[in-house]
Every structure is written in C-alpha cells, then in structure tokens.
C-alpha cells in the first residue's frame, strides 16, 4: 500500500492529499504524513497547514511547536485561513514568535528557538488574524478583539475591537461572546446594557467557558443586569473552578471555609485554595498559609504557613511577605534568622504595608535590620506622620529620640510625640516622660502626671508604675499611698518587675500604708526572680536578717551574689558583712 501511496504522490500531488486526509481520518497519521509532504512540497496550502497541526498534535511525528508554527506560517503565506487563525492564536499565546523569512530563520536556528512559550507576540497575531477574520473566521475575530483590547498599548483600538468581538459573538463563537460581554460592560450605563452583559456572559458561560462562567457568578453574587441570587452564584464559582479558573477556585475555597451559603467544609476549602495557589494565585497562597497559622479547625502548622507565605510573598504579596518575616523573627515553622526576617518586611514595606513599616521599624530599633534601613524606615514615618498617622507621628518620634535614621533632636521628638499622645498611648507615656525629665521640652511635672494617667488607664505598665511613684511621693499631685499601691498591683499583674518590688517598698513600711513585710518580702522574691537587681539585694537583706521571720543566710548570699553581678550599689557591702562571724 506503501508503494501505491508513493505512486500517487508522484502522479499527482492533490491525490496525495486526499489520501493523506483519508488515512489521518482512518487513524493512521504515521502512514498519512509522508503525502502530505509529498504535496506540501508541491506548495499545495492545505498539506501545510495540515503538517503543521500534525507536529503540533504529534500525530505520526514528534511534537515540535516550532516545526508546527513554521508550516502554519507557509500555509498562512499562501491564503489558508485556518493556519492563519492558528498561527494568530498561538502568537498572541507567547507559543509562535514568528520573526520573517522562515525558512532562513530555520536554517539559523533562530525561528521558535526552543519549544517553551516565550512573551506574546501581538504585532503577528494581529497580522495573520485580522487576515482570517477578514475572511470570515469567527475564532481570529475574537483574537483580533483581544489584542485590539489587552496589546501593547500602540495597538490599542477599543472601538475597532468591539466591532470585532460582535461580529464573532453573532458568529456564535464562544470567545467571540465574553470579549464582547467584557466590551459591553465597558459601555454599559443602565439596566439594558447590563442586561445585554449578561445575555453574552451566559452564551459564553453555556460554550463551558471558565472565565465567563466565573464573571456570571460575580453578577449573580452582586445582581448585576440579574436578580441576587448567592446560591446560585456559588454553584457557578464552582463550576468554574471544577474547570481550572484560578479566581473561582480561590472564591469557591472561601465559601466553603467560611459556609458562606454552602455547607461549611474547611478541609475541602483548603484543597481549593490550594489549587488556586498552585495556579498562581498569590491571594490564595497566602489564604492557605493563614489557616495553618490562625484557623481554629485545622492543627497549627507553621512549617507549611512558612511555605505558603513564601509562595505569595514571591509573587508580591505585601501581606504575606510581612507574615513570613514575621515567621522568621519568631522561629516558627523556619529557622529564626533576623536576617531573612528584615528582608521580607523590607519587602513589604516598600509595597506600602504600614504594619511591616512598623514591625521593620521596630526590628532596627532594637539593633536588627541593615544597610540603610534605618534612614529608609525614618522616611517611611516622616512620610505618614505628615498625613496624620499616629502610629507613624509616634514611630518618627522614636526615631529622633534614639537617633535612628536621622539626627538625634529632642525638640522635634517631644513635638512629634505630642502628635501622637492623643490616640496612641505608649506616646503618652513617652510624651510624659519627656515632660517630667525636660527633655526637648521645659520640664512639667503636673502636665507630665497627667499624661501618664492617660496612658495608665491604657493599661500601659510603665506609665501605671511611673503614677505610681508620682502618686506615692505627691509629684505633681496629691499624694495617695493607696492609689499608689493599686497601680502598682496593676503593672505587677502584667509581669513588671519594677511594680513588684515598688509593692515590697510600699508594704516595707514607712510610706503612709500598714507595714508588712512577710508580704514585702514575697513582692521582692518575685521581682528578684525576673531579674530585678535592687530587688535582689533587698530580698538579700531580708533573708540575711530574718526581717519578714525567715532567716536564710545561705539563699541571702546567693541573692546578694546575683546583685552584685548586676552591680548594685551597696550589694558587695551587705555580701561581706553577711560573711562576717557574728
């Protein structure tokens, strides 16, 4: 059969052809491809194209895109319209990056070098689809209106565009009909427009489209040219993601994790989400790490979160960068490194997240960061602070307390806190120590008393223990042991080992309160035990004394010893004389 086929090939090249589409039709391309090169050969356009979709498909050769579209092209060069429409198709794809001449371009190597797609090539898919829409072909319509819609920006021709995508949408073409629906929504000003939106989006959407059925349900969602329907709208989201589109996976993952109109599933939401990510979606990537970080039905898992985070912060999520820099400054899920910590939140904060400014801010104040952070983080504050922002206004104040970024100036510092102390009440306290000490400002004891108040009643500690000595000594106000005490009791709740042993000193006697030192001594044991050298040394005494009824020499010597290696003043006196024999 071979030789006839051969015969007929060298008798007529048309034969050739029709065998060719025979065999093809009889599924033997491997035997079909030999004719229609024998008629290619002959410049017949049709056994082009068709070896062109024959290296495309694979069909009885190796795949090879680039074989493929360089026999599109000779097939489009000679008028075929279905290579046209193709080749339009696979360049505005990024998978025909056609350059010219092909044969020579074959010959060098250089035309569809390689097999992988490349960046689209709008200028040729413009060129070889408007020829085939010309001709009436309905697909090479629809891209002719989408790189008149979406290319460079000299291509650009709305109108023209929407005249295109209607022609293909009355031709019955699927893609025809979204662009149009998408053209129309552009120019949709009331309900008939809206209405003619939908009407395009639904025949896209019943052509199995994923894009158009996603759009629909986002009208449905919103009544949008339709009435609300939200049960309705999230059978389309999952339609459309059952069929690979990204947003709707990500949509149809959120309503099963929240049971937002479905029955709640979170671990199948997960899957969708995950889907989503894996497709690109930076949103959903780092959705899927804030349920392994705070979701209360699945385990926490820092580990994943970590990896999900990255994922998202590498496609530019600002969010997610700051939780992964977050992740590294605590060590969850990754190795803690404040290295990779401050990369991530530089990340972030140069996208404009004002939470990672802070946290970055935060990190160099205490010595973290590098390179130029700290004036960048300065300018950041300065930046927002001049809108209004309190928590930047209180930041920069910091920065020009502590010089970080910019000159130290205290003047500017107590300004700028000063700003801030009306709605952020760590600047109260801050503000309010500026007043007590004269610091940038002349000094204000009463003014100063007030501020901490505020910023007490905040349930900030240092300024509840700082009223506190203000309140037991009568600075600034009057004097009130008991107000006194219950501050301290405050802070000393939260952990401040400077209220507990203010608590010892109170109840130690002496200061308008019933003394009690068993109770003196249990303060000063609890703030010794933080680390708290002037407490150290007075539970020290007490034990070396017996003064709450314990005497301890042993446990006193080793307070003692802990104070002295803080270097409290008179710790190494009371040391040697405990070691002296009575």
Known sequence: MRVLDQLIGRVSPAAALRRAVKLAEQGKPAEAFPLLTLAAKAGIAEAEYRIGRAYLQGAGVPFSRAEGARWLERAASHAWVEAQAMLGALAVHGLAPLNGDAGAATASGGLFAGEGPVAPDFAAALKWSRLAADAGDANAQAVVGYVLTSGPEELRDLDEAHRWYERSAAAGCAEGCLGYALSLARRATDDAGRTAVVAQLSRAAEAGLPTAIYLLAVLTERGVGLPVNPQVAMQLFRHAAERGQRSAQLRWGLALIEGRHVEQNVVEGESWLRRAALAGDAEAAALVGDLYVKNSTLPPNYSEAAAWYRRAAEAGHRAAARALGSLYLTGAGVAQDQSEAARWLLNSAEAGDRGAQADLANLVLQ??????????????????????????????????????????????????????????????????????????????????????????????????????????NGRGGPRDPEAARALFEKAAAGGHSGAMFALGALLAGGHGLPSDREAAQRWFRAAAELGHGPAQLMLGRYLSAGAAGERNPAEARQWLERAVAQGVADAETDLETLAQPL
């Open 367 to 472: 010595g973290g960061g590098g390179g130029d952070d700290p004036a960048r983080v300065a300018r950041w504050f300065a930046a927002a602070a001049a809108t209004g922002d309190l928590v930047a206004a209180f930041n920069y104040g910091v920065c020009l307390v502590q010089g970080v970024g910019v000159e130290r100036d205290a003047e500017q510092a107590a300004e700028w806190l000063r700003r801030a102390a009306e709605g952020v009440p760590t600047a109260q306290y801050m503000y309010g120590h500026m007043l007590a000490a004269g610091l940038g400002v002349t000094p204000d004891i009463a003014a100063a008393r007030g501020w901490y108040e505020r910023a007490a009643d905040a349930g900030i500690a240092d300024a509840q223990v700082a009223l506190g000595e203000m309140t037991v």
